[in-house]
Structure formats: C-alpha cells, structure tokens
C-alpha cells in the first residue's frame, strides 16, 4: 500500500511511476521495498507542483542547502556556541560523543558541563571541547542545585544540548524540567534521559515551544504514554498530534527517522544505513544538531540537514568497512568528510 508501507511480499527492486510514494519509507514498506528506483511515465514536475502536500523526502540537494555558511570574519565565538548537558558516573561517555560531535558540525566553542567529581574521566575524550564542571557533591549526576552553577553558561551558548547520559535519577530528571522552565527562550536539543525525564505527562509541564526533541520510537512512546506497536501502527498521526499540541520539533530516530515540525509539515530522511544500530550514534546526532542549529537561523533546515549529515557519513564509511563495523565513533570523527562530500557533490552537479 503506497500510502502506509502495508506489503504483501518480499521485493529485490521497486519502481515507483512518476514520484515516490509515502509507503516506500514508512512500515513494512521501508523493509521490505529493497532498492528503490523512480519511472518515467511523461507525468511532469508541474503536475506535482500543483499538489498540496506536506510530506518530503529529504535528499541532498535539500540538506546541502541547510548547511552553514562562514563569514570571513567570524571567530570561534560568533561561529556558534553549544553547552552540552549530560554525562554521569554510570553513563559518562555519551556526553563526550556530543560535545566532541558539536565541533565537527563546525561549532566555533563547545563546553561540556560535567559533574566535577568525576571531571577526570573527561581528559583525553575532549577533541577541542573544554569541561565546565558543577559541584555535584560526589553524587555524580546533576540536580537542582546545580542550575544557578550554570546559569551563567546556559544563558552563554546559542544551543543546549541536554540528556545523552545524563542519568534517571529523580534529582536529575526535576533538573532537567527545572533547567526547561527557567530557560524557556534558549534553543534546546533535548535527548535519551532528558526525554525520559519528561516522561508520564511531564512534558506539559513546560514550554516546549521551538525545542528539538530527538527520541527513538520506545522513548517516545513512553513520552506520549502508549505502547510502541501503537506508535509504529499510527506513527505519523502521533507524531503530527504532538508537535501539533506542543510546538517542538519532533526528531523521531528510526529506519528512516521522521521528522515533524510544529507547521504540519513531515521529513523523511534518506540517508543511513543498519550499521548506525550502535551505542552512541544518537549521541553524535545530538552535537551534530546542536553544532548545525548554532550556527544557523533556520531552524527547520538545519534539523534535517543535521539527519541527513549523520546518515551519509555513516554511508561512506561503507566504502571502507561492512555496516557490522562501523561505530559511533566513527561516525562522529568523520562527519567533517560528508559535510565537505555534500558539498563538492551539489558544487560539481550544478
């Protein structure tokens, strides 16, 4: 079924008259369509120009379009700057994977706030990030506390991106909606225990207005209160009805990640591939869209520039390994590559 993913078989190859289909990339559909190819029937763009739909397909043309642009004189300070919340003593090197992934995306400064009896294990994962630690007072997570401690960075950086191994500790997770609360005009990437911490309802508790929120499909369907195969049988009407009520932005990861926006509209990433099913690749997401989002007003543009970035890194890793190899560090140490690929690609085309 075109419009749902609904399949009746197993296909090598789909061709697809005229356009693509909704189907194709959602369901069963994305599993089991194989390679996809496009027809020509004589049906012309101006035929479809005419449609009103809110439905995309992000390709690169789209994605290179998002992608920053320096000025001459823009120093490390006006490139963008990203405060990354996260990291605890069970979960540390999440936050590292952000911060780090934050000035690969081109970010000019990126901190790391970091709980300071555990700062040590921070030297040596820092690629040009630096470390802001808060006194947790040795409990190693963050909790209310702490906020005035970093109210003066918080209110310092463009983007905060927040949650990647931050912990589910009630303390933490009050932080967390306190922190939202309080800083209700700064820009936020809100990921992994920061969406957890807004879990059950929570999330109506604060001004979710312009935030980014980047859940897997378990993670927010615990956000919403329903259960995953509800989600997965009704995605794009759940994912429409919450962005809708709250107006986030909603980064729903998955194969492909879907993303919807607070004017109805919907993004469906073309990039990535199984090899992205690691520990930390949506940490890397996470600094990546902090980093991208820093440096650029526009907000719709950049979040989907930063999906389909971290999905065609990880597909030119498969030039070089199987996708059973590839990790998120590699994804994040070779983001710079696919941007500069990107680039050079859309240049050389038009």
Known sequence: DTSTGEIIFEADLTVTLAEYKRGLFYGKGYVNCGRIAKGYIGVGQEFFDELEVNDYLIEPEDAFFGLPIRSLDDHKYSAGKVLTIAGSGLLPGASFFTANSALK????????????????????????????????????????ENIDELKERINWADVIAIGPGLGRETETGKAVIEILKRFVNKKFVIDADAVCALGGGKYKRVNLKEKVLTPHHKEFADLVGIKINELQNNILSVGKEFVK????????????TIIFTPLGDVYINSSGNPGMAKFGTGDVLTGVMAGIISQNDKMEESIFTSVYLHGLTADLLLEKKTDLGITASDIMEHIPNAIKFLEDSIIQSS
Do not use: M, W
Not at 247 to 256: I, R, T
């Open 245 to 256: 009520k709250t107006g986030a932005y909603l980064v729903l990861k998955g194969a492909p």
């Open 105 to 144: 995306a081109g970010a000019g400064a990126s901190i790391l706030a970091f709980p300071n009896s555990i700062k040590s294990l921070a030297q040596n994962k820092l690629d040009g990030a630096i470390v802001q630690p808060y006194d947790d007072k040795g409990k190693e997570y963050l909790s209310s």
